[in-house]
């Protein structure tokens, strides 16, 4: 029951302002569950719910969104794919300082005034380094999406452009997940069941969060959803860090 709630959660959070999935379903899931188990539960709905994503953008909008980030999608690619495949021997501290850290790159990023960019002709070598960071992320916690997200910000992504640059990034990042997560032995058959059927939520969550984009100020629900992804951060650095 967990798992469905915090997928569907997630789920109206990420069909509202496209990321947060992950951040918010492990956050819930790990107030109950091993760290180690709520990152295998959640792997597979962030491949499907990735793909739907990316699917609402046209294949000739995907192609030009990875023409122009394909060194960022390489790097994270073979990074996370590296990385998951030692994920199981981390120790469940290490998994909720790295979410934790995840949670707090993401509010900040949000919240500064600060707001960097990357100039064009720095912007492929900048991607890289950003696929290598975002790997190493999400390769051990399953989030891997605020670094990207803060590149794309920072590139100057038009909002036409938003919805194929963030699908093909994510989406490409989640199959070396995937893969690594099966190939590593975290997700067994047995989880395998549960995390599929948890897509269910999550999809009914996306659908209902298209629904609010139009209904409610999506300002007013990104300083809501900031303000609990803070809290949440603070409660897995305890974690991490005091047991």
């Avoid at 790990?30 to 499907?48: C, H, Q």
């Avoid at 030009?64 to 998951?84: E, G, K």
């Avoid at 495949?85 to 990023?109: D, H, N, W």
């Avoid at 059927?197 to 007013?220: N, S």
Wanted: net charge positive; with cysteine.
């Amino acid at each position: 029951m967990l798992v469905m709630l915090a997928m569907f959660v997630g789920g109206v959070c990420k069909g509202i302002i496209g990321v947060a999935l992950p951040l918010v379903g492990i956050s819930v899931m790990v107030t109950l569950l091993d760290p180690k188990l709520a990152v295998a539960m959640i792997v597979i709905p962030i491949f499907l719910t990735n793909l739907q994503m990316a699917g609402r953008s046209g294949v000739g909008e995907l192609v030009t969104a990875f023409r122009r980030f394909w060194p960022l999608v390489a790097t994270c690619f073979t990074t996370i794919f590296a990385v998951s495949l030692f994920a199981a021997r981390l120790s469940s501290s290490v998994i909720l300082i790295g979410l934790s850290v995840a949670l707090l790159m993401f509010v900040m990023a949000n919240v500064s005034p600060w707001k960097p960019t990357v100039p064009a002709r720095f912007e492929k070598p900048a991607g890289a380094m950003v696929g290598v960071v975002s790997g190493v992320l999400g390769g051990a916690t399953s989030v891997y999406g605020p670094p990207i997200t803060m590149f794309l910000l920072a590139t100057g992504v038009p909002k036409s452009q938003w919805s194929a640059s963030v699908g093909v990034t994510f989406t490409l990042g989640s199959l070396p997940l995937l893969a690594g997560y099966v190939l590593n032995g975290t997700i067994t058959s047995a989880v395998a069941v549960v995390s599929t059927l948890a897509c269910l939520p999550a999809f009914a969550g996306m659908w209902l969060g298209f629904k609010l984009q139009d209904a409610m100020p999506p300002e007013i629900f990104r300083k809501v959803l900031l303000a609990g992804l803070f809290i949440m951060a603070l409660n897995l650095l305890r974690k991490g860090f005091f047991g």
